[in-house]
């Protein structure tokens, strides 16, 4: 075996045992280190199926916390509107505590259509029913 193979080789062995050591040595964390989490899916109440907004108008999302869990992994929440099967880019709300229970969004200029309903992300992301968006189709 050549020099320049046995060291190539001998790299490598050098890496791989370094990188073992260091995964054996890390210490673990340990259970009583973890604070409990749990995940906070709370159902949102408006808009509802039936709901017309208007664009441009102003209304309250509003979602329900009586269940709330004592430890939520994210308590900053953002409401994103969607259409159909899709979520929109569409920032309704954003940064806002998900424990309040209703923040105010306005209704942005979108086209008018019956199948539009908001996703209330914190923890997890969680639909409204479908509702209507109504206005003049010119921007």
Not at 34 to 53: C, I, N, Q, S
Request: hydrophobic fraction near 45%.
């Amino acid at each position: 075996m050549s020099v320049s193979v046995f060291m190539k080789v001998a790299l490598v062995v050098a890496f791989f045992a370094s990188l073992v050591q260091l995964v054996l040595g890390a210490p673990a964390p340990s259970a009583a280190s973890l604070e409990k989490r749990d995940v906070f899916v709370p159902p949102v109440l408006y808009p509802h199926a039936g709901t017309v907004w208007t664009k441009g108008q102003r209304h309250n999302v509003t979602w329900d916390t009586s269940n709330a869990p004592v430890n939520i992994t994210n308590k900053v929440g953002t409401i994103l509107l969607r259409k159909g099967d899709l979520t929109t880019p569409l920032v309704l709300a954003s940064g806002f505590d998900i424990l309040l229970g209703r923040i105010e969004v306005t209704v942005p200029w979108v086209l008018p259509d019956s199948d539009y309903s908001v996703v209330l992300f914190g923890d997890s992301g969680n639909f409204s029913p479908q509702f209507t968006i109504n206005g003049p189709t010119v921007f």
